[in-house]
């Protein structure tokens, strides 16, 4: 919990569904003139938001030096040496001058950091130590021996970490370091980014370069990166990953492999990171040679026992396995007539004596029950409630579907009380423009995690579901589906960077609001230039109802083009398999548009608590966002804004390139306020959306209305091309750097 100094409103959702989150620091300085102005040095991006440039204001600037003067830090292991090293890099970048070490405190501008065991007696009370748990800190303005300190104290040392890179983020952000109290601990104990990365180093989904894992070379050469992507972690409180794609490879299992992994977790331990795997089902058939992969086999399960000693022996902190079973023909325990709770549990019975989990993700889905996709997560897993061991955790991805730009939280969300349920995120944008397009999921993520599912009455929102508050669970997890690859940027553009930062940020605190984790990451990765700061968090805060806006309105989903999801393809209806069809989800004839989940249609409604199913049945109270998700409408039927449907979505469809529009020309007044490198990257990227926000805007437009029937309202902009132009575009030619330099302006 973050003790707050100064609350008021962050931002909110306009949803029914949501609640509003608070602030939880001090407001930043506004600091006085003169402005450090260009020219800057060109920035790559490497950095991330860990950039550490010298306070520009001589006012702030001097208040630290004579704070920060000093560091007194005791012995430790190499977390506390890491925590030390850290600050004195921090604030010999944002101070000009690292603090001098010293055996004992000064008379004034003391630094003094560490855990009971290393700290001067007297520094923390005992019992304030205590209460912070295995990861939490304290920052905390205080006298020791008479002398002035700011005192960075953790319980364990990974706590002490985290608590500096919270000072620095303190400082980065201008806050006043007066009367600096600061308690802060995780709600969430596992959070965890997903890597859907394959042992030759191509990334599913990735748009980042190649996988960070070099295989290859491993484990007889280290690359100094996997200690740059856990410091970057750290700096978020990330403390978990898992290596490899769900989609997995037996052979990562391997000693071969295995012995790579071990070499790459020891490089992320000392950041309070733990390793884990995704674990093939079949893996005792294709590596251990048995005829089955039958969990209650005794053979099989003697296999993964051994496998497990096996890592173990390796990685005493192995953190356990992400399982995808029986999805999207993956193999699993449904293939011997056995139940995920079956496969799952033989997994963690053998983790069990080692203290390891198992993340069994309900991402499951097969042609065999057309009825409705988005039902099946639910009418499989529901049931199984209370059947799972104690140390596993159903994964579930925030919504129903698979990662949309706006989707309803998923309705297991809740709905499994004996169960702790992970929450899994996607910051890897497959379905929201990937590298290319700014669309900073802070707000998506704020959204799901305030949803109210209404299980145990008003208040149960996700977030207290996934912290386990609201069910009694101690076991608690969030998993991101990370975008982080070999790109110098590391995420293939700047500004995804900051998905990564909003993913740790509410991972440890998910009542922290979007908008003051973008403006806090502007702070650090651009400027704290208000001309800057107001201008680009805005950006940011805009862009995802923007993408939303130009892709899927009013609860269209999943209208991407086949294979790549990059692109406009709601006329695809000829995949063998039913749900791969964009026209599955919209269900476009000539009457109307959208998918019935209500009771006259797939009844999916009933999935969620009676208050939120109701509310999403009704016509008159589900929120227009979500309106085609659920309900199939009339084109000419009325909306709340006295536009038909046809009007609405036209016009959505359009305020949504006026808005990508927007983003690039407010980019352009930044010109100047940063340096030229990333300046003009990102201004690159934001004219290819403007265009691409055409595109979609234009193709989906001129599809619906030859279904429709219905012409354009005439003060809306005509389509740039045809239909067909649209349906022939075959782009893009690479899938993990996707461009369609047919559609883009001069
Ligand atoms: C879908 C992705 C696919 C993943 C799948 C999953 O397109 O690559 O394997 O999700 O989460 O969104 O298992």
Redesign the pocket.
Known sequence: MLVALVGCGGAGSNSPVTSAPSRTEPEPVRPSAPWFAGPFADEDGYSLWLRYPKVADPALLAEYQAALRSLVVGQGSPTLALAAEELERGLGGLLGAAPARKAALQEQGNIVLGTAASLPPGAVPAQKLAALGDEGFLLQATLIEGKPAIVIAGQREVGVLYGVFALLRHLQTFRPLAQLSLESRPRIQRRILNH?DNLDRTV??GYAGRSLWEWEALPSSVSSRYRDYARANASIGINGAVLT???ASAQVLTPEYLARVRAIAAELRPYGMTTYLTARFSAPIELGGLASADPTLPEVQAWWQRKIDEIYTLIPDFGGFVV?AN??G?PGPQDYQRSHADGANMLAQALAPHGGIVMW?A?VYSSESPVDRIRQAYDEFQPLDGKFRENVMVQV?NGPL??QPREPFSPLLGAMPRTPIAL?L?LTK??LGQDTHLAYLGPLFQEVLHADTMVAGTGSTVAKVIDGSLQGHRLTAIAG?ANVGTDRNWTGSHFNQANWYVFGRMAWEPELGAQQIAEEWVRATFSNDPSLVAPATGMMMASREALVSYMTPLGLAHQMATGH?YGPGPWVNDLPRPEWNPAYYHRANAAGIGFDRTATGSNAVAQYAPAVGNLFASRDTIPDEYLLFFHHVGWTERMRSGKTLWEELAARYSSGVEQARALHTTWQTLRGLLDEQRFEEIAAFLKLQVDEARWWRDASLGYFGSVSGLPLPPELEPPAHPLSFYQKLGCPADPTRPRCPEIYTP
């Open positions: 859907w599913e989904r794609t769900v989609n995808k999805s999207e993956q993700r991402f991805k698979d990662f899994e996607q497959e379905y589906v999801h």
